[in-house]
T-cell receptor
Framework: ETGVTQSPTHLIKTRGQQVTLRCSSQ?????VSWYQQALGQGPQFIFQ???????GRGNFPPRFSGLQFPNYSSELNVNALELDDSALYLC??????????????FGDGTRLSIL | GQQLNQSPQSMFIQEGEDVSMNCTSS?????WLWYKQEPGEGPVLLIA?????ELTSNGRLTAQFGITRKDSFLNISASIPSDVGIYFC????????????FGGGTRVLVKP
């Protein structure tokens, strides 16, 4: 039990649609990161938020965007969905800000399927 | 970009035996982490390593941070059926925030 919860657990969308995924971080954790995990692969870093601002981004296009709220919950938004966006989306939270080496703790993810 | 190579990609275990897996990189990392992921769940942290040469245990699991900072291994002693799952190594560079770079995983299965 990591204390990181994600919703929904599963979601089906069609190409071109938009989706919002949600994450509630472990209490007191002020850094949240989002990862995309394609089937059979390791998670890939999308971006990180610290104190409600984006702090680092992986190799993902601008149609992937996020928000972090004062209560440490966060959202991942994806516009203009493509078939390749089908994946497990993982949220991870950690204590302390960028530059720290505190380990990240993951939620169970949202399985997104694009038809 | 940075890449972590994990080997083996998959392995079969027999109850009671010791197994080992490793992770190598062309880049230096400040922190190495080992996670386990089971079906329908997110990765769960097993061991975190912070210093080159560090050897850390968590129950039957032992992991080491390589001296060169470019590799790490994970050993599981006296395997049991619930050790089945996918094990991921992940590296972190302090200067890059605490973004994780993951390996491709080692899938551990039970011998039929």
């Amino acid at each position: 039990e990591t204390g990181v919860t994600q919703s929904p657990t599963h979601l089906i969308k069609t190409r071109g649609q938009q989706v919002t995924l949600r994450c509630s971080s472990q209490s007191g954790h002020n850094t949240v990161s989002w990862y995309q995990q394609a089937l059979g692969q390791g998670p890939q870093f999308i971006f990180q938020y610290y104190r409600e601002e984006e702090n680092g981004r992986g190799n993902f296009p601008p149609r992937f965007s996020g928000l972090q709220f004062p209560n440490y919950s966060s959202e991942l938004n994806v516009n203009a969905l493509e078939l390749d966006d089908s994946a497990l989306y993982l949220c991870a939270s950690s204590l302390a800000g960028p530059g720290s080496n505190q380990p990240q703790h993951f939620g169970d993810g949202t399985r997104l399927s694009i038809l | 970009g940075q890449q972590l190579n994990q080997s083996p990609q998959s392995m079969f275990i027999q109850e009671g035996e010791d197994v080992s897996m490793n992770c190598t990189s062309s880049s230096i990392f400040n922190t190495w982490l080992w996670y386990k992921q089971e079906p329908g769940e997110g990765p769960v942290l097993l061991i975190a390593l912070y210093k080159a040469g560090e050897l850390t245990s968590n129950g039957r699991l032992t992991a080491q941070f390589g001296i060169t900072r470019k590799d790490s291994f994970l050993n599981i002693s006296a395997s049991i059926p619930s050790d089945v799952g996918i094990y991921f190594c992940a590296g972190m560079i302090k200067a890059a925030g605490n973004k994780l770079t993951f390996g491709g995983g080692t899938r551990v299965l039970v011998k039929p």
